[in-house]
């Protein structure tokens, strides 16, 4: 068990342009949530999967952004027409059961910063 | 609608000192707390885990409480080390919830030496 691995680690990119980020969850967690930070905030949440499907969104997910998690194991985080308001922290999380209970805490890797120039 | 506020924002201190930090929530109806330690440039790590009934519950230097009535839980942190220095972020949820959680601002701790 290595851990919830995000690649790359930083993005900088020029407005305008897409960019992909990939998570790769802990190989037996079911669920893969994604969360946005910026400076000195808490997590914001994004997006969830449970497998293969997206069971929420959040409001602060517009379509420019797209999640998708295609066999149930790693998942991309795509941002399209990237504007500097983009700029952030985007953190990956996995959970074996629900993040809220007990006994499937989540589990974060170390996150994309993406910087939009 | 849920909330979670972490007081102070910022806090510095001494290396050895001890220090609390302060969580208050609105988040209902209430099903577990947690502390994460955040370091710079990092994802958040778990500390503790608490729940309804419990009080108290220590991770080595780290030390949570909780009063449910209060809807206020505090992480106590003694003899602390440089590496103590981090963002720490209280989170809480609700029982129905599903898999929302509410986080937290964060508290950004730097211990001098």
């Known amino acids: 068990d290595t851990g919830v691995s995000q690649d790359p680690r930083h993005k900088i990119t020029k407005r305008g342009q897409n960019v992909t980020f990939r998570c790769d969850p802990i190989?037996?967690?079911?669920?893969l949530y994604w969360y946005r930070q910026t400076l000195g905030q808490g997590p914001e949440f994004l997006t969830y999967?449970?497998?293969?499907?997206?069971?929420?969104k959040s409001r602060l997910l517009s379509d420019r952004f797209s999640a998708e998690r295609p066999k149930g194991s790693f998942s991309t985080l795509e941002i399209q027409r990237t504007e500097q308001g983009d700029s952030a922290m985007y953190l990956c999380?996995?959970?074996?059961?629900?993040?809220?209970?007990?006994?499937?805490?989540?589990?974060f890797g170390n996150g994309t910063r993406l910087t939009v120039t | 609608k849920n909330q979670v506020e972490q007081s102070p924002q910022s806090l510095i201190i001494l290396e050895g000192k001890n220090c609390t930090l302060q969580?208050?929530?609105?988040?209902?109806?209430?099903?577990?707390l947690r502390w994460y330690k955040q370091d710079t440039g990092r994802g958040p790590v778990s500390l503790t885990i608490?729940?309804?009934?419990?009080n108290t519950k220590s991770n080595g230097r780290y030390t949570a409480t909780l009063d449910a009535d209060t809807k206020q839980s505090s992480l106590h942190i003694t003899a602390s080390q440089l590496s103590d220095s981090a963002s720490y972020i209280c989170?809480?949820?609700?029982?129905?919830?599903?898999?929302?959680?509410?986080f937290g601002g964060g508290t950004r701790l730097m211990v001098k030496p």
């Open positions: 999380a996995s959970s074996r059961g629900p993040g809220t209970a007990l006994n499937s805490p989540l589990h």
């Open positions: 190989s037996e967690h079911n669920r």
């Open positions: 999967f449970q497998n293969e499907a997206q069971l929420e």
């Open positions: 969580c208050n929530y609105t988040v209902s109806p209430f099903s577990n």
């Open positions: 608490m729940t309804f009934s419990e």
């Open positions: 989170v809480v949820s609700a029982s129905n919830a599903g898999n929302m959680l509410t």
